[in-house]
C-alpha cells in the first residue's frame, strides 16, 4: 500500500470516529431531556410554580406508583400537554426515572418497557364516542 492510500485511510478512519465521538458527546442526558420538555412549568429545580404548574421535588403523586405518573405524562392533564405522540418511551422513561430520583425524590426508576406498556394500555383505552347528528 502506497503511503498516500496509508494516510487518507488513516484520516478518513481519524474523521469517522471524531464524528462518532461528537454524536455521544451530543447524547441528550436525562437532565436535558427534563429541562428541554418539562423545565418551562415545572422548573429546573422541580418546584414549580406556585399557583400554575405543581411542584415534582418531594411530591408523593410523582414518587409512588409510577402507573398514574405514565399515564399522565402520555396523555396530559388539566392543562399539561400529552408527550404520547412527541417523546421516545426512552425519552420518557429517562425523564421520569430523572424527575423520581432528583430533588431528593425517593421514587423507583422508570424503564423505556414500563413506558411502552402504560402507552398501549392508554391506546387499548376507552376511545371517545364519535359526535353524530342522530
Given at each position: 500500500m502506497s503511503r498516500s492510500i496509508a494516510f487518507?485511510?488513516?484520516?478518513?478512519?481519524?474523521?469517522?470516529?471524531?464524528?462518532?465521538?461528537?454524536?455521544?458527546?451530543?447524547?441528550?442526558?436525562?437532565?436535558?431531556?427534563?429541562?428541554d420538555n418539562c423545565?418551562?412549568?415545572?422548573?429546573?429545580?422541580?418546584?414549580?410554580?406556585k399557583g400554575a404548574f405543581p411542584a415534582l421535588a418531594g411530591d408523593p403523586f410523582v414518587q409512588?406508583?409510577?402507573a398514574p405518573?405514565?399515564?399522565?405524562?402520555?396523555?396530559?392533564?388539566?392543562?399539561?400537554?400529552?408527550?404520547?405522540?412527541d417523546l421516545s418511551d426512552a425519552d420518557l422513561s429517562a425523564i421520569l426515572t430523572y424527575v423520581r430520583t432528583s430533588w431528593g425524590n425517593k421514587g423507583q426508576p422508570v424503564t423505556a418497557a414500563d413506558v411502552a406498556a402504560a402507552r398501549a394500555k392508554l391506546k387499548a383505552g376507552k376511545k371517545p364516542a364519535s359526535l353524530q347528528a342522530h
Open positions: 487518507r485511510s488513516l484520516f478518513i478512519g481519524g474523521l469517522l470516529a471524531a464524528s462518532a465521538a461528537s454524536v455521544t458527546a451530543f447524547a441528550a442526558t436525562p437532565q436535558s431531556l427534563f429541562n423545565s418551562a412549568c415545572h422548573q429546573t429545580t422541580g418546584k414549580g410554580v409512588g406508583d409510577p405518573v405514565m399515564a399522565t405524562v402520555l396523555a396530559g392533564r388539566a392543562g399539561m400537554p400529552a408527550f404520547k405522540d
